[in-house]
Each structure stands twice: as C-alpha cells, then as structure tokens.
C-alpha cells in the first residue's frame, strides 16, 4: 500500500526529551522533515529508538507511518497506537489514527471492538475539539458504541469549536444513515464526498445494488468543481471510476466472446444488425466512460500528486502499444523530483517492459536490489513482477507465486491482491478462479479498495458452490494473516 502519508502526521506528537542509552540518527523534528521532502523516506528505525525511550509522540507517528506501508505489521501498529493512547493519559489522537486503520482494514475490526468501548470511557469527549473529533472519528467505525444523542451533541460541539480543516459532513453522513434518514444520509454523503476522501467508498457502498450506475453520474455531476476539488478526492474518484469501468468492460468483452463462439459454432447463429449496433454503442460507451475515468486521473496527476503520477506511469507501463517510453520516462522523472524511492521503483518496471527499445533486464535488477537493500516495502513484489514477465529468461510463474506467497504472509494487502490477479488471467497452473476469488476476498478484508472490481468480476462465473469454498478458505487465510 503506498498511500502518500498525510500532513497531519508532520505534526503529530511533541519534542522528545531526555537521552537514552539507545542513540537515534534524527530527532523527532528532524524525522518529520524527512518525511516532509520524501513521504516514503525510511525514518521507521529512527522512530524506533526514539519509542524505546517511552515517548508517546514517537508511538503515535510510528504507529501512523507504519500503518501507511504496505507488508507493516498489524498488531505492532495497533500496539503502538494503544500505547501513545495510554489509556487515555496519552496522546489521545492515537485513538482517531487506530479508529482510521480499522476503518481501512475491515478485517480488524470485530477482534478491537471490545478494546475500543473501554477506550471510549477512558477520557472526557466533550473536553477539547481534539477529544470531540476523536471519538467522532471512532463513531465512524463503530457507530453502535456511541449512541445518537451523544454522537448529535458531539457533532454540535465539533461544528462550534472546530476553527481549521473542519469536516463534519461524513460525521453528518453516518448520523444520517445509523437514525435511517437515506435521503438525508446521501444528500450528506455527496457533500462529503467533495472535502474527505473517505466518503468516495462510503457513498459508493451506500448506494448499494445501482452504485455502478449511480456513481458513474454522481462523478458527471462533479466534473465542473474538479479543478478546485482536493486533489486526493480528485484520484480517488478517478481510480474508482477506472475501477466500475474494468468490470463493464470485462462484461462486455465475455458477452462478445459468447456471440462470437455462436456465430463459429455448429448452429453457426449470425448476429443481425440490430445487435451489432448495440454491441457497436456498448463499447463505444465503455470506452467514453474510461477516458472520463482517465480524465480525473490525470487532473490529479497534472497538479503534482504523486499517487496520481505514479497511477498514470503504471497505466502507461502497462499499456506499452498506447504509449511510448519518452513520455513515461519523463513522468518518472517528475515523480523523482518529489519522491525519490518511489520513482526508483517505478524506473524498474519502466525497464521491463518488453515493448519497447529501453528494456534493460539488468538495470531493472539492479533497482530491485537497491530497494530491497533500502528496505523499500514493495521492492520483493517488484522482484516477483520480474520473474512473473520473464524478464531476463523464460516467466517463472512459480518463482513469482512464490516471492507473492511469502509477502502475503508477511503482512502485504498487495501481494494478496497480485496473486488473485495471477490466478484469475494467468495460463496453465496459475489460472484458478477459486484461488483468485479468495485472495481478492482476503485483499479487499485488508483494505485493498482495487480488489473490488475483481470479485465482481468472479462473481459473475463462479458457481455457487465455488464461492462458498472460498469464502470459507477465505475465512482461515483471514485469522492467519490479522495475528
């Protein structure tokens, strides 16, 4: 998961006092600069050293970059969140940043729910805005551990006191929803979808059994405000909407095949006119709600967020006949401009693509090795992307499975993601529709927004008995991967 760490971290905690016998590199300031010139800088070890001290601070931010990487572990997270919580005699902050890792990892959240009732009980929420907003942020998660009036007065004071960066439309949202007002919920939720980027899944959800007609026009509507809209929300609808488009898409290209396979077959059925024009106009449709999709993206992109660019160069790479490596090579290197490792990491899939002039097997390895020497989260799934391609030899799909398998167990929401997509379009052995469905369930559990597209996707060819089986296989990998 590389999600671009937020702002409010730079500002998380106080000045570390004291020495200790441990000697960190970087004080905490110093840390939160690094973090500052390079969201993805690997400052973990210093923070390390500094919570060893017992610093509360230190936890909470170690806590929060943790929680931002991709293969971090869980419980640790979670530990040093209710640590710098100290029952409520800490930073109480800390509860708001474990509320948010719930709320992204639904897998979580029943095995914490007990936890944080007693968290809820061990500090005034009506003290301080920042007490408010934090049990505020809880509510979100576990509407049914704050009850309506307490969560109505607390909405109240949040609104009254908050000076900078208020946002109680989802606040309003889930009110709304949990009293069972749906048309005043999702007139909240269209309107916190435009300042709190957690609002785009939640309104998604929201809109239940029509969300991937309803959405699609909701974003329509939108389109005007992109410009002025805050550039993280601006992504998010983009990937969404890319997202809605690629199950339509793969809908569309299996009710092609199924005409095609009829019209070559004994029977040889011929499609008429008529048919062949609503074919002719799905697709066109299709397509003009991908270059919709593409247009926020790269609106994003356009005004420097780099998990923007980096959504667009991987577009790019893996659309090789669509686009060429000059233009890609120079987004990398816009990227590398602000977030040096990730563009690294980025320059080594640019050299793997076999379609073009610059694949550079050995540079490409070089790279890798780099970031794994850099402890770079993703840099073992880049290997295993190496091997999968045949990069410098023939694929080896069981190496790549492999080097995904053992991510997967360390913690990593992408490699379950990466081995789904390997058993659902691989060849051969790799291809298991079951496995695939399992692991995008697991993936989506952990917070892998993406693999939503892909279970819908399953759905529509599993049968039912296949589904159970993997629901349940899914249930097992669940309790071994949140230990």
Known sequence: MNAMIPSRLLLAGLCVAGAGVASASQSLEQVR????????????????????????????????????TDGANRQEVITLYKDAFADGRGQVPALASLARLLDRTPSLQAGQREWMAQALTRYPANLDPRNTSTTLEVFLVYPQLV????????LALYQQACLLNCRPELYRAVLAEREGDRQRAELEYQQAVAVDVRAIDRYYRFLGDDQDRAFPAFARSLEARRPTLPVDIVHRIGSLLDSINSVQRADFEADRYERQTRAMGPARVPPDAAQLAMEKARGETLDTARAEAHRWRDNAAERGFVPAMVSRTNFMISNPTEHNAEETQALIDQVK????????????????????????PEKARALIDELIAGNYPDAQLLLAEYYSKGVEDEPDQDKALQIFQAQAEAGSTAAWYR???????????????????????????????????????????????DIERALAARADLLKEATL
Not at 147 to 154: D, F, I, V, Y
């Open 147 to 154: 009850s309506t009036e307490q969560a109505r007065q607390l």
């Open 337 to 360: 401009s602000r977030e040096p490792t990730r563009a690294k990491a980025l320059q080594a899939s640019f050299y793997m693509v076999n379609n073009w002039l610059t694949l550079d």
């Open 33 to 68: 600069y690094a973090l500052y010139k390079d969201p993805s800088a690997n400052v973990s070890g210093d923070l390390r050293v500094l919570s060893e001290r017992g610093d509360l601070a230190s936890k909470l931010l170690l806590g929060d970059v943790l929680a931002n």
């Open 419 to 465: 081995m789904a997509t390997l058993h659902a379009y691989g060849r051969a052995v790799c291809h298991d529709p079951v496995k695939a469905y399992t692991y995008a369930q697991v993936a989506l559990a952990l917070g892998e927004n993406g693999a939503r597209g892909l279970i819908k996707r399953l759905q529509k060819t599993l049968k039912k008995d």
